[in-house]
């Protein structure tokens, strides 16, 4: 009976891991909820960016339209309509700096950032979502990921000395820099 009890446990706490390799995402975020269904990406996208995040509408419109193939409309403002990806900076987040929410749902997108960086990291993990192998282009699964940085720097090695690497894998290794 402990045994059986005890690989119930082992399984239940591995679902979180299991979802997030699922949807591919690098690294690991600290809760991932999954849920039953999708959200498909309207024809006319609407991008609502907080005015703290002003100067980076134009980087969320091209990393958006780069991984979905739709081209974004984007407004400036805090109101989340239907049918929208909504970014957001909320001070008062109960989450270490850099921390972000990110919810999927019928409604649309939230992206919830306690700084202007938690919210562009939460675009990397939608980013994420998008790319994976496993999601249909133009959809994307509903979802709940409250993350944050656990360490203050994150790092990746490039070994040249025993690997060669041409020029288009060390530019694809620094676009994935980018994304952790």
């Known amino acids: ?7 119930i446990a082992i399984f239940l706490s591995s679902l979180s891991f299991v979802q997030a390799q699922k949807l591919d995402i690098i690294p690991k975020p600290v809760s991932v909820q999954q849920s039953a269904g999708q959200f498909v990406l309207p024809s006319v996208l609407k991008i609502t960016v907080d005015k703290k995040l002003k100067n980076s509408a134009d ?57 202007e960086n938690g919210a562009l990291n939460g ?17 994307v699964p509903f979802v709940k990921i409250e993350d944050y940085p656990r360490f203050d720097w994150r790092g ?12 288009q894998t060390v530019e694809n290794y620094i676009d994935w820099l980018a994304y952790a």
């Open 1 to 7: 009976m402990r045994k059986s009890i005890l690989l």
């Open 59 to 115: 980087y969320i419109s091209t990393s958006i339209s780069k991984n979905a193939g739709i081209n974004p409309i984007v407004s400036t403002g805090r109101k989340h309509g239907k049918n929208t990806i909504s970014f957001l900076v909320d001070k008062k987040l109960e989450l270490p700096n850099e921390g972000y929410q990110l919810e999927i749902n019928q409604k649309g997108i939230f992206i919830k950032g306690k700084t």
């Open 123 to 139: 675009l990397q993990t939608l980013v994420q979502i998008c790319s994976a192998k496993e999601v249909k282009k133009g959809t």
């Open 156 to 167: 990746m090695m490039l070994d040249c000395s025993r690997q060669f690497f041409d020029k």
